[in-house]
């Protein structure tokens, strides 16, 4: 993934970044990363010691972010970097935000099924703008982050960041991208115990952004 985005951002600027969040890892990640921090210069390390979740690690991130474009995505290759120009191309001076949305979903049906029932269900209840939510593969402009104050530490941190964006008064776009099976790792996502607790949390999201509609601005 650090490789390619590195050739992918050859192509496209002089001035670039490459950041990832370790966010506890126990797999040989963090090493591997350390050594590639000799080849690549511009990549940045950030390593949180103790896991602290998916929207610690995207906080951490964009935290750290110091160019004027931030571009995220997931480390296990179900997105394919070299399709970020197709974001790039998007990104206009009346845009703020480009938000990609999957193509077709390369997922087990069960997933495929649940993702539709998730992605439809927060866009109606948070009315949300854009067609795919949970599609995290993401251009934004750093100025964003200036008036947006993200907390959440879950997976809940994508609707609180489109939701905040929107009320923020920021522009959004859209573009399809491809999705492919896990190239590494497994989901944490689909046991009882998590999917319970993700929808406890974003009751409270919903309650703060929609019911006492908490902007989340500094």
Known sequence: MVLEVKKT???????????????GSTDGSRELLLQLQHDVPQL???????????????????????KDLIFYTDGDGQYDVKELPLLLGKMTEKVDIVNGFK??????????????????AMRLIFWLPIKDPDCDFRLI???????????????TITIELVKK????????????????????????????????????????LW????????????
Request: glycine share 10%.
């Open 9 to 23: 951002l050859e192509r496209l600027a002089d001035d670039y970044e490459i950041i990832v969040i370790d966010d």
């Open 44 to 66: 940045r390390l950030i390593i949180h010691e103790t896991n602290r979740g998916y929207g610690g690690a995207l906080r951490s991130g964009f935290k750290t972010a110091t």
């Open 103 to 120: 193509i077709k979903r390369s997922d087990p049906l069960h997933r495929i099924i649940i993702g539709w029932i998730y992605q439809e």
């Open 141 to 155: 402009r750093r100025q964003v982050f200036d008036k947006v104050v993200l907390m959440s530490n879950t997976g």
């Open 165 to 204: 964006i929107q009320r923020a008064g920021f522009k959004f776009a859209e573009v399809g991208v491809h999705h492919y099976f896990r190239a590494y790792g497994t989901s944490q996502f689909f046991n009882w115990r998590r999917v319970g607790r993700t929808l406890w949390q974003l009751g409270f």
């Open 207 to 218: 309650l703060d952004l929609i019911v006492f509609r908490k902007k989340g601005m500094q």
